[in-house]
């Protein structure tokens, strides 16, 4: 853990004038050698007693000028300190606020100890959050803003975007979302397609699923009628999901193994073919299971969260972080939330073209290409069905490592948008492919060709 936390610490920073001394964290425990640029963990009250940790760190480059970006981890139900303490070094070009949302995740809490929320209240909530994050830190309300996120950020980022854009106090640029859930049925029939060419489905499947699920060419995996369908889509997501391989990363290993024993980890596939019967039926089980207090935990599978857990969940470290003592235990994901979540939003396409419609911001939407959660086929397709004018085809993109030159994925650019894949990476892709990340997040930032 220490570690991640040294690459998360990497650089000296300039120093600007503390905003709110009362959050500024001025020791981290663990550390051999303490930041020197500013960073502040707090709360960001909004609505009805609802209280969303944050935690900012300003920018190692000129904090007084560069953007502030957010970043917004999906789930829903998971924490974006998973994206500050393990995937992230974006704060050498920019001031990062990390937001716990919604409440009942990681450190943030709601005075009445209930979590039931949905995307429309969530995105009202992350608003009055950095509504109130400006209030507290004036002296960065007229910096460029971005707004960023993973997974199931692809809904809470867009949807925020749309309420933002109609804020002028708010310095809106942009939003960039990485394997992001932008819409169900382009992720659930493309993720089909996706195990297929990636040669885990043979023959007989294959076939099978062309017989029952497709008709005039056209295959419709995500909320077919019919039970034969239904029955084989069944074998993929054995396959897919519980057959061992990493649901994020297809070529990588799957750190943790197996479950323990007399333990259950439940699988986050919240994003999954949501309208099929079996998904249905999976959330009630787990709510039956929850009922007979079973230790029940949601983590993400293939992942270990057991050093973050155990750091940040450190009486020292939640005193440095100004952590409330109403605030739960830390997890990487919750569970409560997961399951209560309402998801009201299956396509974004409405938030995106209203986006684009105002000519001004810039958006990209970037995928690592083995990611099997959400796959860049259905977020390619997505992004192709916005209509919009191609500005500059589909080629490769360059970055350079120690190695030289290097082909980073490939992007296809058009008005206002960009889709870029990034080759080799996982879901995470600042974890998997951090050098090309930083490249492809510093042209996003500065309006430089990808």
């Not at 009628?225 to 074998?235: F, G, K, T, W």
Request: aromatic share 12%; with cysteine.
């Amino acid at each position: 853990m220490l570690l991640l936390l040294l690459c998360y610490f990497l650089s000296l920073a300039l120093g600007g004038d503390a905003a709110l001394p009362a959050d500024e964290v001025t020791y981290l425990p663990g550390l051999q050698k303490q930041p020197s640029f500013r960073h502040y963990s707090g709360y960001l009250t909004v609505a009805d007693g609802k209280h969303l940790h944050y935690w900012f760190v300003e920018s190692q480059m000129d904090p007084s000028s560069d953007p502030v970006v957010l970043w917004l981890n999906g789930g829903p139900g998971c924490s974006s300190l998973d994206g500050l303490l393990l995937i992230h070094c974006f704060q050498q070009i920019a001031n990062m606020l990390y937001l716990e949302s919604p409440v009942g995740v990681g450190f943030s809490y709601s005075d009445d100890q209930k979590y039931n929320t949905n995307d429309t209240e969530v995105s009202m909530n992350n608003y009055l959050a950095l509504k109130e994050f400006f209030r507290m830190f004036p002296e960065f309300s007229k910096n460029q803003l971005f707004l960023t996120g993973e997974s199931y950020g692809g809904i809470y980022i867009p949807t925020l975007a749309e309420r933002v854009m109609e804020d002028l106090s708010l310095n809106l640029q942009g939003i960039a979302v990485g394997n992001g859930m932008s819409s169900y049925e382009m992720n659930d029939n493309s993720l089909v397609y996706f195990a297929y060419y990636h040669g885990l489905l043979g023959t007989r499947l294959w076939a099978e699923l062309q017989k029952f699920c497709c008709s005039e060419g056209k295959c419709n995996f995500y909320n077919s009628q019919n039970p034969n369908c239904s029955d084989i889509l069944a074998e993929v997501l054995d396959i897919v999901y519980s057959s061992g391989l990493n649901m994020y990363n297809l070529y990588a290993p799957c750190p943790g193994g197996v479950k323990q024993k007399g333990e259950l980890v439940i699988k986050d596939l919240g994003n999954l073919f949501i309208n099929h019967q079996w998904t249905q039926l999976w959330n009630q089980k787990l709510r039956d299971l929850a009922s007979l207090h079973l230790s029940v935990r949601l983590d993400p599978p293939c992942t270990n969260s057991t050093p973050s857990s155990l750091y940040l969940n450190n009486p020292y470290v939640r005193a440095a972080l100004h952590i409330s003592p109403k605030a739960l235990d830390w997890v990487i994901c919750s569970s409560e939330v997961n399951l209560n979540y309402g998801r009201l939003y299956l396509d974004v396409s409405k938030q995106y073209l209203k986006l684009l419609s105002a000519l001004k911001y810039r958006i990209l939407v970037y995928n690592g290409d083995v990611d099997m959660a959400c796959n860049f086929m259905g977020d390619e397709w997505f992004v192709e069905s916005l209509n919009q004018q191609v500005e500059v085809q589909r080629r490769p993109w360059l970055y350079e490592d120690e190695d030289g030159r290097q082909v980073g994925g490939f992007v296809k650019e058009f008005d206002n948008i960009a889709f870029l894949t990034v080759k080799g990476s996982g879901h995470m892709v600042p974890s998997d492919k951090p050098v090309a990340a930083f490249a492809m997040f510093s042209r996003f930032i500065k309006r430089q060709p990808y």
